[in-house]
């Protein structure tokens, strides 16, 4: 089972939609603000990819946070405040059984991914 998880209104979330779509790949997407998260997905995310790879400190989310909530996610509380603040995520993330988690979207990658 394939999963995609974003936010549906992220232009990237878009493209690899777009492109799973046209590629026929069968695949369930969630949406973290709608559907919602619960810290063991993020733990295990992080475990996975490393705090590096999964927050994103680009976007309008993280430049809002106070320089508090901000050094928090320098420590052990960042599961705690990715999922209270979802959008903080990098997106897309794919998911499928018994391959590494994908973070971000490349067509090249993503095809790689889902071939072998």
């Keep these: 089972m394939v999963t995609l998880y974003g936010i549906s209104n992220c232009d990237t979330v878009k493209k690899a939609r777009r492109w799973l779509d046209e590629q026929a790949v069968a695949y369930r997407f969630h949406d973290f603000r709608k559907d919602g998260l619960t810290p063991a ?3 295990s995310w992080l475990e996975q990819v490393g ?3 999964l927050l994103n400190k680009r976007g309008t989310t993280w430049r809002q946070l106070s320089p508090e909530q901000q050094q928090r996610a320098a420590g052990k509380q960042l599961c705690a405040l ?3 603040h979802p959008a903080m995520i990098k997106r897309p993330l794919l ?3 018994g391959r ?6 490349s067509a090249e990658r993503y095809r790689e991914h889902l071939a072998g």
Excluded: I, M
Excluded at 100 to 105: C, E, M, N, S, T
């Design 41 to 43: 997905q993020v733990d």
């Design 51 to 53: 705090a590096e790879t």
């Design 82 to 84: 990715l999922t209270e």
């Design 95 to 97: 998911e499928a059984a």
């Design 100 to 105: 590494p988690l994908l973070v971000g979207f």
